[in-house]
């Protein structure tokens, strides 16, 4: 199959219609049908139901979704790898959640490129599931995520702690509104904060991404659970309060790793990962004594 093909399905998908799939990928709207037609062909199946509203998918058209998702990664993944570009011996692809990138595997990209600037990285977000698959599928080559799931040939070493903190945008230090936002960290933490908060109701705000709730947030207030790293500059700039007496959920952190290989690159990639996790523990135990005397400790 031509990944053309497959990338012109899930632009087809993306966009919701044929015209403007044309549009993003500068094609004509008759080059964009034929090839949905060829794959039609292909399977013998319809994928994309045709209609005044636009394109919708069919049965079978969500099954081929999911493949074409992967076609169109693994692709990706081997001109990565294969097509390195000049000056480059080897590449790496990390994939992890959103918020630990922020102050935590940036500072790992920059001391892998100091420690092996010869190694062309591929930095990318993605959630538990979505990490572990590609990790299988050998899409990814290291993974950091919250709740890892155990997989043949795939090790599992814990990093640190991620502190959770409480944080409000209210004078007061009011949290318990309709402006608090619940974040998706994962079942660890759903288990956690339920433990500590059996009588809270169902969130009226909900959203799978740490960034998307500090935004809310900045943008029109309200409440929520954050890792520190994210929230620490916005609370010295007393953009957000912590909440007084709330407990702190500690999320753990996990690095998991192909089992068997010893190429360089994968090497020094954990090597810097355990480098960090250790300074990040240091740090997280000095905010959590300034906190509890009163300051706030930076960066």
Known sequence: MDTEFARTFLTVVAAGNFVTAAERLHLTQSTVSARIKTLERQFGATLLQRGRHGAELTPAGQRFLRHAKSLVQTVEQARHDVGLPSGYSGSLTLRARIALWDGFLTRW???????????????????????????????????VMYTPQNRPGL??????????????????????????????????????????????????????????????????????????????????????????????????????????????????????????????RARSAENEKASRSGGFQGR
């Open 109 to 143: 990209s920059d001391w892998m490129r100091q420690r092996m600037p010869d190694v062309s990285l591929r930095l990318e977000i993605g959630f538990e599931e979505d990490t572990m698959q590609g990790l299988v599928r050998g899409t990814a080559d290291l993974g």
């Open 155 to 280: 090790g599992i070493e814990h990093l640190f702690d991620e502190r959770l903190a409480l944080v409000t945008t209210d004078r007061d230090g009011h949290w318990q509104s309709a402006d608090y936002i619940h974040i998706d960290w994962g079942p660890e933490f759903e288990a956690q904060f339920a433990n500590r908060y059996p009588d809270q109701p169902a969130p009226a705000l909900q959203a799978n991404v740490g960034w998307l709730g500090v935004q809310r947030m900045l943008a029109v207030g309200g409440s929520g659970f954050f890792p520190s790293r994210m929230t620490r500059e916005l609370v010295e700039a007393g953009q957000l309060r912590p909440v007084a007496d709330a407990p702190l959920i500690s999320l753990p952190v996990y690095l998991v790793y192909p089992q068997g290989r010893d190429d360089a690159a994968v090497c020094a990639a954990i090597e810097g990962l355990r480098l960090l996790s250790t300074e990040e």
